[in-house]
């Protein structure tokens, strides 16, 4: 089945610095990405959707110049929190979709923890 | 706002088959109904999708009623392993975009 890889899956970091994370399509090449969000015991959030080689579209309320995102190759998306707060702790997941009808089901990759001290 | 009502939780004695409802009464026509569930600490897994007929696979059933206006999700032999959240989800209109609503707790009881 189709594969999404996260890295990392656990990051803790000092109040100020930029994280980035990365989501590969492992076995299939991904013509949209997304980033989502999840605090705890909450449902999932979508960020942002980003299609490769163009700019993300992000979610009313996200600010795009905190969370950076580039969709630079069919198979990597990455997401960059940018002078991260504590606030900005969560978990975030990435997902993929394969082709350009509305109908494949999107496949979600393992989530990355983020702890901001 | 989230296009899918589904109960909160839901209890289901191990080996017994487990049945999740929702709701989508707003469906559109061409709108696939997907569900998918999330494991503690993991990323949502894929189960099944459909349109309008009942759809099987490995994993659990899809049965959809005729209206559309909801779904049962059917696993039929409840393992441990199973008890997750629940999600069905019908994607915004005319996008790729998936709206979560707040899904159902599974709990499998040995």
């Known amino acids: 089945g189709a594969v999404v890889s996260q890295h990392p899956s656990w990051v803790i970091c000092k109040s100020g610095t930029s994280v980035k994370i990365e989501c590969r399509s492992l076995?299939?090449?991904?013509?949209?990405m997304f980033w989502y969000r999840q605090f705890p015991k909450q449902s999932l959030m979508l960020m942002a959707t980003?299609?490769?080689?163009?700019?993300?579209?992000?979610e009313q309320g996200v600010e795009k110049d905190k969370f950076l995102i580039n969709h630079a190759s069919l198979t990597l998306s990455t997401l960059t929190v940018t002078s991260a707060h504590p606030e900005d702790s969560s978990f975030y997941i990435c997902?993929?979709?394969?082709?350009?009808?509305?109908?494949?089901?999107?496949?979600f990759g393992d989530g990355t923890r983020l702890s901001i001290l | 706002d989230a296009k899918t009502t589904q109960p909160p939780s839901m209890d289901c004695a191990e080996g017994r088959a487990a049945n999740l409802p929702c709701n989508h009464s707003?469906?559109?026509?061409?709108?696939?109904v997907y569900w998918y569930r999330q494991i503690h600490s993991q990323g949502p897994q894929y189960i099944i999708h459909?349109?309008?007929n009942n759809e099987t696979n490995e994993m659990a059933s899809l049965i959809i009623t005729e209206d559309r206006k909801s779904s049962t999700l059917i696993l039929p032999h409840a393992t441990l392993r199973d008890t997750a959240v629940y999600y069905c989800?019908?994607?915004?209109?005319?996008?790729?975009?998936?709206?979560f609503g707040t899904g159902t707790r599974l709990k499998v009881l040995a």
């Open positions: 459909g349109l309008k």
């Open positions: 997902s993929a979709a394969w082709d350009s009808s509305f109908n494949q089901p999107q496949h």
């Open positions: 989800i019908v994607r915004a209109v005319g996008t790729y975009k998936y709206i």
């Open positions: 076995d299939f090449q991904a013509t949209t």
């Open positions: 980003s299609n490769e080689g163009s700019k993300a579209t992000y």
């Open positions: 707003t469906i559109s026509g061409n709108e696939y």
